[in-house]
T-cell receptor
Framework: DAGVTQSPTHLIKTRGQQVTLRCSPKSGHDTVSWYQQALGQGPQFIFQYYEEEERQRGNFPDRFSGHQFPNYSSELNVNALLLGDSALYLC????????????FGPGTRLTVT | KQEVTQIPAALSVPEGENLVLNCSFTDSAIYNLQWFRQDPGKGLTSLLLIQSSQREQTSGRLNASLDKSSGRSTLYIAASQPGDSATYLCAVFIRGSTLGRLYFGRGTQLTVWP
């Protein structure tokens, strides 16, 4: 079992650009959550996907959007990048019947210059 | 709104010391509480999960307690080792009708020196 995988590992973008991050959940998991972790901070909840729909959303602007595919993998899209979007983006997957069991991927480090 | 606070923000101790990390949360309607370990630039590794009905959990040299009524948890690390150096994050799980989400503290950065 490969666990939760994320790609790419690192990414450098310029202000105003758009970025897409990808996540493959752990085998048997159908729910995917995304978190943003700025340097020196705890992870902040962005949103959560189940059955290809956004089910919960944290306090993030509409520039942050996502998608879940039929195979449960997920994408996080960020438009009009700001310097403040520089962070480690973490994906967590869980089975619906025990959604508290969230397994985290290694993260994608996004740097906006 | 749930807020999670961790004290201290940083801790530096010599090898072999027993130490306590503290976590507090504002809303006691939690489903469970987890302690995670995070190495620099890496993802999160779950260390201990305490259900809201439990008082403590133990794994090896780690012991976590939960006092839901007072909104507090502690992580006790016995006989610390340099390999324990990492950031330790506390998170509470709030459950909705079916799904839920984690609320994290900022973490305690632990350094154990030989």
């Amino acid at each position: 079992d490969a666990g939760v995988t994320q790609s790419p590992t690192h990414l450098i973008k310029t202000r105003g650009q758009q970025v897409t991050l990808r996540c493959s959940p752990k085998s048997g998991h159908d729910t995917v959550s995304w978190y943003q972790q700025a340097l020196g901070q705890g992870p902040q909840f962005i949103f959560q996907y189940y059955e290809e729909e956004e089910r919960q959303r944290g306090n993030f602007p509409d520039r942050f959007s996502g998608h879940q595919f039929p195979n449960y993998s997920s994408e996080l899209n960020v438009n009009a990048l700001l310097l403040g979007d520089s962070a480690l983006y973490l994906c967590a997957s869980s089975p619906t019947q025990s959604s508290y069991e969230q397994y985290f991927g290694p993260g994608t480090r996004l740097t906006v210059t | 709104k749930q807020e999670v606070t961790q004290i201290p923000a940083a801790l530096s101790v010599p090898e072999g010391e027993n130490l306590v990390l503290n976590c507090s949360f504002t809303d006691s309607a939690i489903y469970n509480l987890q302690w995670f370990r995070q190495d620099p630039g890496k993802g999160l590794t779950s260390l201990l999960l305490i259900q809201s009905s439990q008082r403590e959990q133990t794994s090896g040299r780690l012991n976590a307690s939960l006092d839901k009524s007072s909104g507090r948890s502690t992580l006790y690390i016995a006989a610390s080792q340099p390999g324990d150096s990492a950031t330790y994050l506390c998170a509470v799980f709030i459950r909705g009708s079916t799904l839920g989400r984690l609320y994290f503290g900022r973490g305690t950065q632990l350094t154990v020196w030989p």
